[in-house]
């Protein structure tokens, strides 16, 4: 069974595009988080959520909007996409905050390209 | 200063051998360490979690050095199984949540 995952895989648009990637995990987790790791392969958190909230929020353009309906999903819209947005987008989640020991399981990825 | 710090590599090391990585770490306040695995192209997994007493699970052994501000990762007797990426990642939790990762260390184990 999927612990946490994410829709779709491989995500190719042109600029300017308007484009929703979408996460699930059935952990049972509190917190789930979106990270970008770039062609430098440097994982960078952009948001975190915990029980829906918004509790992370990186310095992050705000093209990006996350969106959590309920604990077990987080989605991220992204508007008005650009060249620099080309990435791997990972979702993860975890039991409760990060701060503490709990491992945090990451989705499978999100390759985006932006033409 | 990087909030995290990882030597990139490559290390190449033959099978068998012992390998060493450090990461230092800046916010002195930093809570919780972790070391995760990434293999190319995959999503980051645990691989451990580091404890201030220091902790070993087979041929892995962790250790976190507060006064120095860095946590290591000892690997015995490589295996070519064993090459992937291993990042560092350091947790705070005081008033608000950072979660920082490594930029990673490369290993590859040659037969």
């Known amino acids: 069974d999927t612990a946490v995952s994410q829709t779709p895989k491989y995500l190719v648009t042109q600029m300017g595009n308007d484009k929703s990637i979408k996460c699930e995990q059935n952990l049972g987790h509190d917190t789930m988080y979106w990270y970008k790791q770039d062609s430098k392969k440097f994982l960078k958190i952009m948001f975190s959520?915990?029980?829906?909230?918004?509790?992370i929020n990186e310095t992050v353009p705000n093209r990006f909007s996350p969106k959590s309906p309920d604990k077990a999903h987080l989605n991220l819209h992204i508007n008005s996409l650009e060249l620099g947005d080309s990435a791997v987008y990972f979702c993860a989640s975890s039991q409760d905050l990060a701060g503490n020991t709990d491992t945090q399981y990451f989705g499978p990825g999100t390759r985006l390209t932006v033409l | 200063r990087k909030e995290v710090e990882q030597d990139p590599g490559p290390f190449n090391v033959p099978e068998g051998a012992t390998v060493a990585f450090n990461c230092t770490y800046s916010n002195s306040a930093s809570q919780s360490f972790f070391w995760y695995r990434q293999d190319c192209r995959k999503e980051p997994k645990l691989l451990m979690s580091?404890?201030?007493s220091g902790n070993e699970d087979g041929r892995f052994t962790a250790q976190l050095n507060r006064a120095s501000q860095y946590i290591s990762l000892l690997i015995r007797d490589s295996k070519l199984s064993d090459s992937a990426t291993y990042l560092c990642?350091?947790?705070?939790?005081?008033?608000?949540?950072?979660?920082?990762f490594g930029t990673g260390t490369k290993l590859q184990v040659i037969p």
């Open positions: 990642v350091v947790n705070f939790s005081g008033g608000y949540q950072k979660v920082t």
């Open positions: 959520y915990n029980n829906k909230e918004l509790i």
């Open positions: 580091v404890y201030s």
